[in-house]
């Protein structure tokens, strides 16, 4: 008879695979600039627009002159662009550890349908609580998840700012909600792939 693994393990691999399905959901409409996407909804001038990919290959990563935005603005972007490479190196730290829990696990396919299933719930569960905190005062959310992610400052700018013109509440709110149903459409699929797997076997 073959060793079971401790539950430990199912436990920490269900709570890994949360951030994981976040960071797909995000990065997948971050890099979706396609006919029903979140910037096709934007009402840009070609000058705009222009304004709007130079920021976007900026914050790939990629070197451009943001020659439209002040200092204070270019700082932010600069903010925004280390806050995603540690987005990125935190999420290669946790899939390195998931990997090696993984491939050390004793019933794989167990682990499988224990990871699929409790980390889908726990998705769901972080996304309707973030859903029904945006829908309830957006306004407040957003300015409590800048507090978190940029505790020194720097984030807030005046209504004239090339940053509000080009990217107004509006856009940020239809960008939250495109990821939450992303996010969302992940911790279901995955919840009802690892409930029937485990009721298949």
Request: proline share 2%; net charge neutral.
């Amino acid at each position: 008879m073959a060793k079971k693994d401790r539950a430990w393990r199912y436990i920490i691999c269900s709570i890994l695979i949360v951030p994981l399905f976040i960071l797909v959901g995000f990065v997948g409409v971050f890099y979706d600039h396609g006919e029903n996407s979140v910037y096709a909804k934007q009402e840009w001038t070609p000058e705009q627009e222009r304004i709007a990919n130079d920021t976007f290959t900026f914050l790939n990563f990629e070197e451009v002159k943001l020659t439209a935005y002040n200092d204070k603005e270019i700082l932010h972007l600069i903010d925004v662009r280390n806050r995603f490479k540690t987005l990125f190196r935190t999420a290669g730290i946790i899939l390195l550890a998931l990997i090696i829990l993984i491939l050390t696990a004793k019933q794989t396919r167990e682990l499988f349908q224990n990871m699929l299933f409790y980390g889908g719930l726990g998705t769901l569960g972080v996304i309707v609580l973030l859903a029904i905190l945006a829908l309830i005062d957006f306004e407040n959310f957003w300015i409590q998840f800048h507090y978190i992610v940029f505790p020194h400052g720097n984030w807030a700018f005046p209504e004239g700012s090339t940053l509000i013109q080009l990217f107004p509440e509006r856009f940020f709110f239809n960008f939250a909600i495109s990821t939450i149903l992303a996010i969302g459409s992940y911790g279901l699929a995955s919840t009802l792939i690892g409930y029937l797997w485990k009721r298949k076997f």
